[in-house]
Each structure stands twice: as C-alpha cells, then as structure tokens.
C-alpha cells in the first residue's frame, strides 16, 4: 500500500480530491472529501496530488522566535489535534514545541503488533510539525500513538531524559473544551506529553481533612435566553449517545432554572429546538411540577418559531 492516512489524493475517473482517512486492505482505501463523507475506492483509482497547497503546520521549516535570555522553558511539549480546514471529520496531529530546547522526535503507530514510521524529525523552540491524520469519527478504530523525543539545545542547560510516550486516544481527550493552539492561530484540543507527574504531599493532604469548610459557592445570575443544543454544551458532543446528550441538557436546564429563581428573575427562555420534541416535552414535564413557576408558553415564535419556551416566575 503506497498510501498512508493523511495523503491527499484526487481520483483517476471523477472530479473529486480528498484526504485519505482509511486503510481498509492492501486494495482499498477510505477519502474523504469537503463534504465530510468517505468514500470506499480501489488504490489504483487515485493518485497522489504533489504540489497541493500545504495545510497550515505543514511548512518543512517552521519560524523560530529567538530565546531571551532567563526565559528557557523545559517543559511544553503537546499533542495539538485539530479539524482540516476543508474536510472537518479529519483532524490533524500536530508535534508542538513551546520548549526552548530542539526536539528530535520520532512518532510511530501500533496497531494489532503491527508497527509503522510515521513521522521523523527535528522541530525547532516554539515549533511544530503535523505528523499524523485521521478521521475523528473513527477514534476508536485509531492505533496507538508512540511518541520518542529526545532534547537538544546548545545553551548551557540540563540535559533532559528522553521522552518515551505510549498514546491511545479515547473520546475523553477531546471532552474539554477546544482552546487557541500556539503557532499555529487555530482551534484545536492540547495534549500535553511532558506533563510533571503528580507529587502526594502527604502533610497537606492531612491537613486539608481538617480544614473548615469554605463559604458556600456564589450562584452565578443567569441570561435570560439559555440555549440548551448540546453543541453549545459540549464539544465532545459527537461522542455521545442519545441518552447522555439528554442528561446534560436536562442538567444545565436545571441549574439555570434554580440560579433564576435564586435572582428572582421575572422570566427566562430556554432554547430547546424543534426536533423531535423529547426534550421540549422533558422540560415541560419538570416546569409543571415546579411551585416557583408561574406559568410557561412557547417563547417569541418570530424570532424561535416552536423551538424554544419562556418561563415566568413568580
């Protein structure tokens, strides 16, 4: 197989391009397109597109900022994940260095005892280098990821122990929330590799059993327009089953119906959608029993249509 994931390639008998997101046997592989879907296809029906404009992270050489002296940094070395700006089901890993040191690094991939080179290379002092792709959707059909770095500098500094990281990914990786990666200017989840490792400090484990107990926590006043469509919740969301998806929804409608109530707020609209009704109907099933509520009706319909509902407190 000359193909490996990531490569983009355009088909031999039709208009169509796209990345490589799935090795299904030594004949076929999966692409996948702008429009986010995969496309079974024999090998020998693409071909590697050479010259296609480099994605952001691809430069062969990235640009160093030069080191001030007194601020060298040993510790900063992250996994940055993030969506191809065309076809976003792909993601893109990309080695970050915000160390000051030159990373000499090695990523590689096993999979059923089966090993596989995928990146080698050096990356600079607040670096990076994308050294491999896949198709989000498939994370848990992903291999393990072997991360090998050593550290190299010619500054007068310690010399570190090499990094050896053993990385399988799990949807919990991506739970938080995505965040601006260094570098590269776009959004993405970070994952640290060089994380120091968590220090016990017995004695200050004892004493927090006997500390009093702080002040209870501030209920934070609400918005009066509270939309509940889990993409607003949680990035992770595509992770989620149906039933997960509604417990989470459920839960920050009820927090914001208990902080109106705390504020006396007069009103407050919940933004459910339309759909298929289920949680429009869950959370008029909890507003009826509710004695703080006064009343609740489908909220402005020029402006939601049937898809959200307004709440009047007492």
Sequence with gaps: MKYKLGDFVRFVDEKMEGYVTRIINDQMIGVTGEDDFEIPVLATKVTSVHGHSKLVGDEEEAEVEAIIPGEFKSKGVYIAVIADAKANSVVHLHLLNETSYQLLASV????????????????????????????????????????????NTKQNQPVLNPLNVNEQFKAKDFSGAKKQVPFINQLGWMIQLDEAELVIDAQKLKESFFKPAEEKQVVAKPQYEIDLHIEKLRDDYQFLASSEILNIQLTNFKHALDAAIVHQMPDITFIHGAGNGILKHELHKLLSKNAKVQTFMDARKEKFGYGATKVVLK
């Excluded at 600079?124 to 090998?148: C, N, T």
């Design 108 to 151: 590689s991939t096993e999979q059923n005892k089966q090993y596989k080179g995928e990146f080698a290379g050096s990356i600079e002092p607040r670096g990076h280098a994308k050294v491999y792709s896949a198709k989000l959707a498939d994370l848990q059909l992903w291999p393990k990821l072997i991360f090998q770095v050593l550290f």
